[in-house]
């Protein structure tokens, strides 16, 4: 049990809808960060954000964007989806910037029909 | 581009057996981590390497890390079908970044 959970578990969409993907972090864990992994790969960076902000991006278009609230819960958003988009999203909590996460939620695994 | 591999990507070794996963990297970095992650779930910390010469361990499972040569080992010792999982190492540039860029995982199978 690593305190990060994610919501949905599983999730269904259809080509060029949005989703908004949910996640809690462990309590006092001021830093959240992204992941996509893709069928059979590693997961992929996607952004962190630290007190509300973004605070480092990887290589994803800005259909994929986030937000974190006060009580260090953060949404996933992602725009227009594509086909591609179809992977595990993880989300990981860190109790300080610049702290690299070591604990990941169970992920929501999203399915783009 | 800080790129990671490992070798083998897929495994399979019976029980009781001895075997080494690779990773090296591209870049300088003084951060390397392993993962765990069974199918369906989330990745699993297994251990933290911090420094040139590291070296942990944890029951079956020992990692190493060679900073002069962008290489880390994870051995694992008289396999137990419970240590069927894919393995990720991962790597944190040594820029301040907290980004993590991960292998492309090494696929465990024991056979028993």
């Known amino acids: 049990e690593t305190g990060v959970t994610q919501s949905p578990t599983h999730l269904i969409k259809t080509r060029g809808q949005q989703v908004t993907l949910r996640c809690s972090s462990q309590?006092?864990?001021?830093?959240v960060s992204w992941y996509q992994q893709a069928l059979g790969q590693g997961p992929q960076f996607i952004f962190q954000?630290?007190?509300?902000?973004?605070?480092g991006r990887g290589n994803f278009p800005p259909r994929f964007s986030g937000l974190q609230f006060p009580n260090y819960s953060s949404e996933l958003n992602v725009n227009a989806l594509e086909l591609d988009d179809s992977a595990l999203y993880l989300c990981?909590?860190?109790?300080?910037?610049?702290?690299?996460?070591?604990?990941f939620g169970n992920g929501t695994r999203l399915t783009v029909t | 581009e800080l790129k990671v591999e490992q070798n083998p990507l897929f495994l399979s070794m019976q029980e009781g057996k001895n075997y080494t996963i690779y990773c090296n990297y591209s870049?300088?970095?003084?951060?390397l981590y392993w993962y765990r992650q069974d199918p369906g779930k989330s990745l699993e910390s297994l251990f933290v390497?911090?420094?040139?010469?590291a070296v942990k361990q944890e029951g079956r499972l020992m990692a190493s890390l060679d900073t002069k040569a962008r290489l880390s080992t994870l051995h694992i010792t008289a396999a137990v079908h419970d240590l069927s999982a894919t393995y990720f190492c991962?790597?944190?540039?040594?820029?301040?970044?907290?980004?993590?860029?991960f292998g492309t995982g090494t696929r465990l199978t024991i056979i028993p």
């Open positions: 390497l911090l420094s040139n010469g």
């Open positions: 870049t300088t970095s003084d951060r």
């Open positions: 990981a909590s860190s109790l300080a910037q610049g702290e690299v996460p070591l604990h």
């Open positions: 309590s006092g864990h001021n830093t």
């Open positions: 954000y630290y007190r509300e902000e973004e605070n």
């Open positions: 991962a790597v944190n540039s040594n820029f301040g970044n907290e980004k993590l860029t």
